[in-house]
């Protein structure tokens, strides 16, 4: 009888196996998907490249697929140090397995919005300590961590579908006392958590639209700037209709 010609579905690598020979194997599956392409496009988004693979992100998802939750591997890919290996972490830890003070250590490694992001989006916002994170990284200095904060809440409006209306409402405090944060890549989030709060339901929408009409009158021109285009959204027949205020 023939062989079948169907190929084998490959599942997680085996949990057994030495923390530094699954290691080995993400990051040379990392390195196989790599481009020039990939690792020359990282300049146009403002993404640091001289400690990366050139890898797109459906790529490295992927090769997240092939390990499953593991949060010692996750350890060991965030303390490589590539760019890709970090942003693999993120769909490799086991966010119920994660504490305070990894998140805190995490954080203040970040370098760029990218790996903010996909920490924040896919990670950080899946763990029991998120909420504290908003209040305390809102408070940080640094660009990527304080943006971190924003970043965190902009994910649980999407992800916490437990979460009554007081969080957000306290995250729309701290959004106007960042709103006068002129640096891009704070400011762009402060924008998006703002936004994304008042789509969540009528009564954030409200809440949402009086902190956006306060901004967009503020003398300063970051504050009114964040005011007024989140206001464009929040006020528009899109949003208006999706939360039930029409």
Same mark, same amino acid.
């Given at each position: 009888?023939a062989?079948?010609s169907?190929?084998?579905?490959t599942?997680p690598?085996?949990s057994?196996?030495?923390?530094?020979?699954?290691?080995?194997?993400?990051?040379d599956?990392l390195k196989a998907?790599?481009?020039?392409?990939?690792?020359d496009?990282?300049?146009?988004?403002?993404?640091?490249?001289?400690?990366?693979f050139?890898?797109?992100?459906?790529?490295?998802?992927a090769?997240?697929?092939?390990?499953g939750?593991n949060?010692?591997?996750?350890?060991a #890919?965030?303390?490589s *140090?590539?760019?890709? =290996?970090? /942003?693999?972490? &993120?769909? !490799?830890?086991?966010?119920?397995?994660?504490?305070?003070a990894?998140?805190d250590?995490w954080?203040?490694?970040?370098d760029n919005?990218?790996?903010?992001d996909?920490?924040c989006?896919?990670?950080?916002?899946?763990?029991?300590?998120?909420?504290?994170?908003?209040?305390?990284w809102?408070a940080?200095?640094d660009?990527?961590?304080?943006?971190a904060?924003f970043a965190l809440?902009?994910?649980?409006?999407v992800?916490?579908?437990q979460a009554?209306?007081?969080?957000?409402?306290?995250?729309l405090?701290?959004?106007?006392?960042?709103?006068?944060?002129?640096?891009?890549?704070?400011?762009k989030?402060?924008?998006?958590? #703002?936004r994304a709060? *008042?789509?969540r339901n =009528?009564? /954030?929408?409200a &809440?949402? !639209?009086?902190?956006?009409?306060?901004?967009?009158k503020?003398a300063?021109?970051?504050?009114?700037?964040?005011?007024k285009?989140a206001?464009?959204?929040l006020?528009?027949?899109?949003?208006?209709?999706?939360v039930?205020?029409?």
């Amino acid at each position: 009888m023939a062989a079948s010609s169907k190929k084998t579905k490959t599942g997680p690598a085996p949990s057994d196996l030495p923390v530094a020979a699954l290691l080995k194997q993400a990051l040379d599956g990392l390195k196989a998907h790599a481009t020039q392409a990939d690792l020359d496009g990282m300049a146009r988004y403002a993404i640091p490249s001289d400690q990366a693979f050139g890898v797109a992100m459906n790529k490295i998802q992927a090769v997240a697929k092939q390990f499953g939750r593991n949060h010692e591997l996750a350890e060991a #890919l965030w303390q490589s *140090g590539w760019y890709e =290996a970090r /942003l693999l972490a &993120a769909y !490799v830890d086991d966010p119920a397995q994660m504490t305070a003070a990894q998140m805190d250590r995490w954080c203040a490694d970040f370098d760029n919005w990218a790996v903010c992001d996909t920490l924040c989006f896919a990670l950080f916002d899946r763990t029991p300590h998120a909420w504290a994170k908003v209040a305390k990284w809102a408070a940080k200095k640094d660009e990527f961590q304080k943006r971190a904060a924003f970043a965190l809440l902009w994910g649980l409006t999407v992800h916490d579908k437990q979460a009554g209306d007081a969080p957000y409402l306290e995250g729309l405090s701290l959004i106007e006392a960042a709103a006068t944060d002129e640096r891009n890549f704070v400011k762009k989030a402060v924008d998006m958590a #703002l936004r994304a709060t *008042g789509k969540r339901n =009528a009564a /954030l929408n409200a &809440a949402a !639209v009086k902190t956006a009409r306060y901004l967009a009158k503020s003398a300063d021109p970051t504050a009114s700037w964040i005011g007024k285009h989140a206001l464009k959204e929040l006020t528009g027949p899109a949003v208006v209709k999706r939360v039930g205020r029409g």
